[in-house]
């Protein structure tokens, strides 16, 4: 197994902990937030991208599938059904920080999350055939938005959370 975007992730946790202590002292919660997710973000992406296009041998043949729901079904009819389990919730699973941390990192709305997370995987599908670094497949990108869409819910879930909890303002008697 290849450890890299592993500690890839865990560099980026280790800084945003660095900047979170910083920031707090100078600007509060809100910037914390925000740096710590930018820097959990940019060890997703590099994690992503690493294991994307990075990782396994060049393909001699160029793999393109744009049937939605073929590759999954295949997956799934395989003789080693485990390992195609594997691969639908990796792709799924792979993309849900994506969702996660764009909103939080940049201070906007679920969608954006959303809407990068399938910009992202578009265009790493494209670069995977254009250097033979894996096969272009609309199921790879079905299943990453997916993964967005889930980490995009809890970004909103999250950021509904922090009005829930300021105190009541308190009456002048």
Do not use: H, K
């Amino acid at each position: 197994m290849n450890l890299q975007p592993i500690l890839w992730i865990i560099a980026g946790a280790a800084l945003a902990a660095l900047g979170a202590s910083w920031l707090t002292a100078r600007r509060g919660r809100r910037a914390v937030v925000a740096a710590v997710a930018s820097a959990l973000l940019i060890g997703a992406l590099i994690a992503i991208l690493w294991v994307s296009l990075a990782e396994g041998p060049r393909q001699s043949g160029v793999g393109v599938n744009l049937i939605p729901f073929r590759g999954i079904l295949d997956q799934l009819s395989n003789v080693n059904t485990g390992l195609g389990l594997l691969n639908i919730m990796g792709n799924v699973v792979m993309y849900l920080p994506i969702g996660l941390l764009v909103p939080l990192a940049v201070r906007r709305r679920w969608i954006t999350g959303l809407a990068a997370g399938a910009a992202m995987s578009v265009t790493i599908e494209t670069l995977q055939l254009l250097t033979g670094r894996g096969a272009m497949d609309i199921d790879d990108v079905i299943l990453n938005v997916t993964g967005a869409a889930l980490g995009a819910a809890i970004a909103a879930g999250a950021q509904r959370i922090p009005p829930l909890l300021r105190r009541p303002e308190r009456v002048a008697a």
